[in-house]
Nanobody
Framework: QVQVVESGGGLVQPGGSLRLSCAAS????????VDWYRQTPGKERESVASITRGGSTNYADSVKGRFTISRDNAKNTVYLQMNSLKPEDTAVYYC??????????????WGQGTQVTVSS
């Protein structure tokens, strides 16, 4: 069984920073590509950043230069460092992980989401 859990969300003032974590646990062989998404009420979930197992990254234009995605393969954890936060970054942030389990089956797992609120 595999679980993906996000953490690190909260309330921050504009211009502030937060670091989100996405931790995978369970019968894991490898954590492959991981994506961060975000969603606000009434809108579709949008991709924010992605990272391959080898560390190649991609970012949405709206967060380039402010957000940094990274990973620690030994800990099966991916991070999203968010700096210079803006009110429009307010959303529920989700982690999506492509994971191969110890039975060599590969599946996509979503976390439950973590709320990020940017407000003064």
């Amino acid at each position: 069984q595999v679980q993906v859990v996000e953490s690190g969300g909260g309330l921050v003032q504009p211009g502030g920073s937060l670091r989100l974590s996405c931790a995978a646990s369970g019968t894991i062989l490898t954590v492959n590509g991981v994506d961060w998404y975000r969603q606000t009420p009434g809108k579709e979930r949008e991709s924010v950043a992605s990272i391959t197992r080898g560390g190649s990254t991609n970012y949405a234009d709206s967060v380039k230069g402010r957000f940094t995605i990274s990973r620690d393969n030994a800990k099966n954890t991916v991070y999203l460092q968010m700096n210079s936060l803006k009110p429009e970054d307010t959303a529920v942030y989700y982690c999506k992980a492509n994971i191969r389990n110890r039975f060599f089956a590969t599946n996509v797992y979503w976390g439950q989401g973590t709320q990020v609120t940017v407000s003064s």
